[in-house]
């Protein structure tokens, strides 16, 4: 945790401050709507009347939080966030997907476009006690949204050693952040970077919120979800994947343990690791046969279905950077879940149990293009889903038989046909929970 009271910290705070005044702060009286728990001025357009839901009073809160807000008047240091309009449009337009998603972007954009007010950058000290004073004003505190914004600076290594400012990880590559605090990340940040010349961030994932029966979560109303009883439950892997796959982007999402559960039992439990249990444990075919089968070319002519699917898994690696250059992980996880409901299908429909019966030991048949393309398709998925799942993935591509090397499991190999070593569980996959990769839950209540 960065604290503000920490040397390098306060170092920077100071050299920020100071080096702002090239013209761009000034004292003035500053009027406006102010909220004590967001310690920020709203202008009026971003406040509304309300009733307090405990009280039943009438009163301003602010739209963006919902929280209370009061008209307050008092003399502090401002930013000339008005002269950074045009330069922050300029910005906006020759980096169209600064802000993903798009919709975000286009909010800031228009919020930009309205006009900026000067941004009161420090309060007085009786105000706010705690914090870094103004350099050479003893009666201001800094801004906590500027201090803390700087704290990003700080541990990227600001100031940075002359002639070495290329040495340094700033600036970010993805810079993640919730939408309630888009304004100070996407207007006011980039604002203050432009006034010291240093570079932007590269790009900025603005991610919507998650909810309980439709309302944001609040510890004083008590709606909010234990993280260690949900990990406990559902373990720490399911729970990513599922805040992964159906967290909002652009929308709020609803929590609620029976969605978890529903997309534990149906996509992992039984689409994914039921499929991987039906392969690798089956005594009806060896895998490790079959890949050795297909790169020898001993395999029958591909069916229509073997066409159709091997050109699913030629496309899905594509699919899914496309969605992660995007920064949408949502659509990421789709598109590999998608992979995995088809494989499903190919292996019901093309019925290998049956095959197996049907045909000679050691002859070319049809059942082992499908144990392989079932297999290749478990592959590919397990690669794809490490960055959601990597303990789970990590077992997925064990039981396969995937070899440990970085190489085998990176990105470029989840191309189909890209490893033939694979086949033999480097894991136990016996039948029971033990061997199994998603076992049941203790409670599904």
Not at 165 to 192: C, Q
Not at 312 to 321: A, G, S
Not at 400 to 409: E, F, H, N, Q, T
Request: no cysteine; aromatic share 10%; proline share 6%.
């Amino acid at each position: 945790m960065i604290t503000l009271s920490e040397p390098p910290t306060r170092d920077t705070v100071m050299q920020f401050s100071t080096s702002g005044h090239r013209g761009h702060i000034y004292t003035a009286k500053h009027e406006g709507w102010y909220s004590v728990s967001d310690e920020t001025f709203y202008p009026s357009s971003a406040v509304h009347a309300t009733l307090d839901p405990a009280t039943g009073r009438k009163i301003m809160s602010a739209i963006e939080t919902g929280k209370e807000v009061e008209w307050s008047s008092e003399t502090n240091y401002h930013f000339r966030l008005s002269a950074f309009k045009d330069q922050l449009l300029d910005f906006y337009n020759e980096n169209p997907k600064f802000i993903r998603p798009q919709r975000y972007m286009d909010d800031v954009v228009e919020t930009v476009s309205s006009g900026l007010s000067d941004l009161s950058i420090s309060r007085p000290v009786q105000r706010l006690t705690w914090g870094i004073r103004v350099p050479g004003d003893e009666t201001q505190t800094i801004y906590v949204w500027l201090d803390a914004l700087v704290n990003y600076l700080t541990y990227a290594g600001y100031p940075f050693t002359p002639g070495k400012e290329n040495k340094s990880i700033w600036p970010a590559d993805l810079h993640v952040v919730g939408k309630d605090i888009l304004r100070f990340h996407g207007v006011y940040w980039p604002a203050f970077l432009m006034a010291l010349d240093l570079p932007l961030p590269r790009q900025i994932l603005s991610h919507a919120h998650w909810t309980i029966g439709r309302e944001k979560m609040s510890k004083s109303t008590g709606n909010v979800v234990n993280p260690i009883y949900a990990i406990t439950r559902f373990g720490v892997d399911p729970l990513r994947f599922y805040l992964a796959r159906d967290g909002g982007l652009s929308d709020d999402a609803d929590y609620e343990n029976a969605f978890v559960t529903e997309r534990y039992k149906k996509t992992l439990q039984w689409a994914l690791g039921n499929l991987a249990s039906r392969l690798v444990r089956s005594k009806k075919w060896s895998v490790r046969q079959s890949i050795e089968r297909s790169f020898g070319g001993e395999l029958s002519k591909p069916s229509e279905a073997d066409r159709k699917h091997q050109e699913l898994l030629e496309e899905v690696r594509d699919v899914t950077k496309t969605w992660m250059d995007d920064v949408n992980p949502r659509k990421a996880a789709e598109s590999v879940v998608g992979i995995i409901y088809e494989t499903n299908k190919y292996f019901q429909d093309s019925s290998p149990w049956s095959l197996a019966t049907q045909s000679e030991m050691g002859s070319p048949n049809r059942l082992d293009r499908v144990v392989y393309n079932t297999a290749e398709s478990l592959r590919i998925a397990g690669i794809l889903l490490q960055p959601f799942m990597p303990e789970k993935a990590a077992r997925l591509l064990d039981m396969l038989g995937v070899a440990g090397d970085p190489a085998k499991r990176s990105f470029n190999a989840a191309t189909f046909g890209a490893d033939r070593d694979y086949g033999v569980p480097r894991v136990d996959v016996k039948r029971g929970t033990e061997g199994t990769l998603f076992p049941p839950l203790l409670t599904e209540d």
